[in-house]
């Protein structure tokens, strides 16, 4: 049974990777969204806190003011809460029990002229929530302003936004190590099924090949004694055809073994000029011009047979894809530390939007390029997976309706 080795480094790890990306991108997302709204309900929670405390406080001072006309700022001033006041047209009052001023003048004004004022003054390692009300009393009126520092709180949120980090990050890392072993199991079967395709693909290719050497050889026998007649031409036809097909077929089920390319120098000249040789009698024979332009020696490390497969595959393109009277020009060059050939063509061309997909295995994007043409969709694909084993690199470019440029790229030996 024939394994298709390597195939799950050009196929199922990047689907693998996908999903496993999926699935972390996902939960990164509801981490976020979740860890986010957790973030400002705490920061909410925390800070209407310490501002009902200052108001809290602001009324128990308000209510000493408008009894007795003072103030106990010893009493009021506890724990993380600092009073002050002022009293308006007056003096300031502006220390506490241990001589440290804890004034907002700006706010305490705002107080003055609008009833009250809340807002956090200071910067980093000194932030205050301020609150200033201005009240009446038998002393007059006044603003009294209650201070309390935010760093608790600014503490708490900070320790909460690094947990926060360190469980997501933990999180992501889970869920990736989780997603890569579910994703790997949810494939497992497409894989299988896909060896198994794989297998009968390069059993079904090979057993084919006797069969068809039979028949071929006995059509061309009875074409030998008999060459009028018309239909042993035509098995002769068709089993070239078919033997076509088996062999793409098997050069598909080769190339997912992913058979590294022989490490020899190949002249890229002598072999291209040597493919165009063999396909000018099929050019004459179809009224086209083909001709060739090559350096005097450009070398490649490569194997010869691939190769020439590649520019095999391509000239057959070109010549079956022209009209009577149209030209195809094959030129290999240097450019560079790069080998280039092209196989030019003035065919029919392929339409923009087929480009991207015409090294498919089996794709035939118009009508043009069906199964009547002798094309079964898999000989650009194997050109291109030939041309990768090279460390190369096959393009195309194209306009519907006045032909076709194919450039292969391959590095040259140094």
Known sequence: MHSAAG???RLFTPARIRLTAWYVSVLAAVLIVLGTALYLVVRNQLLNSVDNGVRLVAERASEQ??????????????GPYTVNWLLIGGVINPVDENGKVHLDSASMLAAAENGSDLRTSGSNGDRQRVYSVRVNGPGGPAVIQVSRSLEPEHEALSKLLVGLFVGGLLGLIGAALGGWF??????????????RQHAFVADASHELRTPLAVIRANAEFISTEQPENAEAKEIMGETDR????????LAVARGDEATPALA?????????????????????EKGLELTVATAEQLEVPGDADQLRQVLVILLDNAVRYSAEGGRIHVQARANGSTALVTVHDTG??????????????????DEARNRQSGGAGLGLAIAQELVNRHHGKLTVESTEGAGSTFTVQLPRST
């Open 7 to 9: 195939i799950e480094d």
């Open 65 to 78: 003011w408008t009894t007795s006309g003072s103030i106990n700022i010893s009493h009021l001033s506890t």
């Open 182 to 195: 579910l994703a790997g199991k949810s494939l497992r079967p497409v894989k299988v099924a896909f060896d």
């Open 242 to 249: 078919l033997s076509g097909l088996v062999d793409a077929l």
């Open 264 to 284: 020899l120098v190949v002249d890229v000249a002598e072999l291209t000029e040597g493919a165009v040789a063999s396909f000018q009698p099929l050019a004459a």
């Open 348 to 365: 029919i061309g392929i339409p923009a939007d087929q480009l991207e997909r015409i090294f498919e295995r089996f794709y035939r994007g």
